[in-house]
């Protein structure tokens, strides 16, 4: 019974609930106002000529004062937060989540409670690289940086460009890889309390993501057209490796928006005997297609002879013909011609 207890208490924590707020206003202007009486009553109090009063009669109205300025006054400013548009603050009452704040604009909340953020700056220097985000709509991805060690919590789309990575794929061969990942905070108490650091676990499990799916195609494709590769599959490869990463980090709240390879090629290792390959498979589609040219050109160049009456050929000198018109067109270099003045025996 204890452990579903526990359990559920687990669910509940990790369920994003709203803050009980209201506007900051409505507390600022009657703060600032007690400020004022404060100080008013307390030069009334030390002017005040009572005769006959008592001493608590006198010392009363500066104790009062004393009170709201130095620790009633104080303890209702620390309840005044400011927002900006896609800003949020986790807020904690004692230990226990007490609710997350949105929203932009001026807010009043219980001045005991306290913000929550675990993403620290000695940890967020662990994730190898944060680039920004050239696309319109989507901020940097160093504002997360630049929230760390604070305890805003940016609810705006961020980008992480981990450093490139060697992998093998499918066949063995190691290539470098990178990807740039979109992303966003969705639920603040599972970023906070879920994990210890939601930006640096992000970049762990990019790695990790990237490692499952990139081992399952090869670099290049063989002659199989239909088969999947990471070159000419890009987009898919991309959505995978997206749809695996979404898969580990909804435990921490993030919502994935865009997974894309930025970089990929063969490792130094391999890279030139890779180039050679690649380079005998171009010649050899090149000369498959200029023999299947050159022997339509014959069969072309014979058919007009014979059908126009020009010469009658048998089937040797067909055949010196076509071994003439097939060095001609198949050759690496142009033809010499050579002029023959007499007969052709």
């Not at 980008?159 to 979109?182: A, E, F, H, M, Y």
């Not at 309390?193 to 081992?215: G, H, K, M, T």
Request: proline share 3%; hydrophobic share 45%.
């Amino acid at each position: 019974m204890s452990e579903k207890v526990k359990s559920a208490e687990n669910q509940v924590q990790h369920r994003e609930i709203e803050a009980k707020s209201t506007n900051g206003m409505l507390m600022l202007i009657p703060n600032l106002v007690l400020y004022v009486a404060s100080v008013v009553l307390f030069i009334f109090a030390l002017g005040y000529d009572g005769r006959g009063a008592g001493f608590v009669t006198k010392a009363l109205p500066i104790i009062v004062s004393c009170v709201y300025f130095f620790v009633v006054g104080p303890i209702l400013f620390m309840g005044l937060k400011v927002l900006k548009p896609n800003e949020a603050l986790v807020l904690t009452l004692f230990g226990k989540y007490y609710g997350t704040l949105k929203g932009a604009g001026f807010f009043f909340v219980n001045p005991f409670v306290s913000a929550v953020n675990t993403a620290t700056q000695a940890a967020a220097t662990a994730v190898l690289s944060v680039e920004s985000v050239s696309a319109p709509g989507k901020t940097s991805g160093q504002t997360a940086v630049a929230h760390v060690g604070k305890k805003i919590i940016s609810l705006k789309a961020m980008t992480l460009s981990n450093d490139r990575q060697k992998i093998n794929d499918q066949l063995g061969n190691p290539i470098i890889i990178g990807i740039v990942v979109i992303w966003k905070v969705v639920n603040t108490a599972k970023a906070v309390f879920n994990v210890d650091n939601y930006v640096e676990y992000l970049s762990i499990q990019c790695d990790s993501a990237l490692r499952n799916i990139v081992r399952l195609y090869p670099y290049d494709s063989s002659n199989d057209d239909n088969e999947k590769s990471l070159r000419g599959s890009s987009q898919e490869v991309a959505e995978k490796i997206k749809e695996e990463i979404q898969s580990k980090v909804e435990i921490a709240g993030l919502e994935i928006l865009e997974a894309r390879i930025t970089h990929l090629a063969y490792a130094p290792e391999i890279a030139a005997a890779m180039l050679q390959r690649q380079q005998a498979s171009a010649i050899i589609d090149a000369r498959q297609m200029i023999v299947e040219g050159a022997v339509g050109m014959v069969e072309m160049a014979l058919a007009k002879l014979s059908d126009n009456n020009i010469v009658e050929l048998d089937e040797e000198r067909k055949a010196a013909m076509v071994s003439n018109l097939l060095v001609v067109l198949c050759g690496n270099k142009d033809a010499q011609p050579i002029v023959n003045s007499g007969s052709l025996y």
